[in-house]
């Protein structure tokens, strides 16, 4: 009897590890007036398959957001990744065919900052200066 509940014990603790903490990542692009409106109306009600993928790929508490400044919109996005393989997830992202689909709605909708164009993507990278746990 002594054994198995030191194997309950065990196999609880091992249940309970803690685990990293979601590495963070938030991006900023334009967004083109002319398509501003077909970009809100497609993420209002966003394609099921695309956000299971999202979610296959350890990506959670994804928001994108829309601010104006002076005259122009930007779109500013973050999201959380739990997974062990970034670069992998977003290659497997990358070959779905819906999300392919996806973007190839939302991608003309954008307008690359200068920086994330020269390098041939849609989305510029953002530094973290601060995060309160």
Same mark, same amino acid.
Do not use: N, P
């Given at each position: 009897m002594k054994?198995?509940?030191l194997l309950l014990l065990i196999g609880s603790l091992a249940?309970?590890?803690p685990q990293a903490p979601p590495?963070?990542?938030a991006w900023i692009t334009g967004l083109k007036p002319e398509k501003a409106e077909y970009y809100r109306q497609l993420h209002a009600a966003p394609w099921p398959s695309v956000n299971q993928m999202l979610k296959a790929c350890h990506l959670q508490n994804f928001s994108i957001y829309e601010r104006e400044i002076e005259g122009k919109t930007y779109l500013f996005a973050y999201l959380e990744y739990t997974g062990k393989d970034f670069d992998a997830d977003m290659k497997k992202m990358a070959a779905d065919p819906?999300?392919?689909?996806?973007? %190839?709605e939302t991608d003309p909708c954008q307008s690359p900052l200068p920086d994330?164009?020269? %390098?041939?993507?849609i989305w510029a990278d953002m530094k973290e200066v601060y995060h309160l746990h």
């Open positions: 054994h198995i509940a249940g309970c590890a590495q963070r990542f819906e999300t392919v689909r996806w973007w %190839k994330a164009a020269a %390098k041939a993507k």
